[in-house]
């Protein structure tokens, strides 16, 4: 990490987030986004009857290698750091083109509106 913090995790610390957990969650996101395109070009896929995930060749569609599942131990540690602030709601967008996690503030989402509508406005945690 650079000298200067990195933009978003200032906005996860004004929202009440510890420096170490908003450096998690800045990470967890890049390991999630990764993930995310892997799965978006077709490289990586879940076997459908034991949902293990593997790296597959894209031009042949054949499977190559077990992968660790990085998605899951990153949303495990998601959970463990959102644990810690009940008010805040953690949003993942599986869409490789933007931010993986969005940290979601109470006012955020009007009342009985969806989180999917409104997940924009709250904070991206970003690269």
């Given amino acids: 990490m650079p ?3 990195h933009y978003c995790v200032k906005g996860l610390m004004t929202a009440g987030i510890s420096l170490d957990d908003a450096v998690a969650l800045r990470q967890i996101s890049m390991t999630l ?3 995310f395109e892997a799965e978006c070009n077709g490289e990586i896929q879940r076997d459908e009857d034991t949902n293990i995930p593997y790296w ?3 031009t042949t569609g054949k499977k ?3 992968v660790a599942d990085r998605e899951t131990g990153a949303l495990k540690r998601l959970n463990k750091i959102m644990n810690k602030y009940p008010t805040l709601k953690a949003y993942v967008q599986g869409d490789p083109r933007g931010a993986s ?3 979601i503030r ?3 989402v009007p009342e009985g509106k969806d989180v999917e509508a409104y997940y924009n406005r709250g904070l991206a945690v970003y690269q």
Avoid: F, V
């Fill in 106 to 108: 109470p006012n955020d």
């Fill in 33 to 35: 986004h990764r993930w």
């Fill in 3 to 5: 000298k200067e913090l």
């Fill in 56 to 58: 597959y060749n894209t």
């Fill in 64 to 66: 190559i290698w077990k």
């Fill in 101 to 103: 996690l969005y940290i």
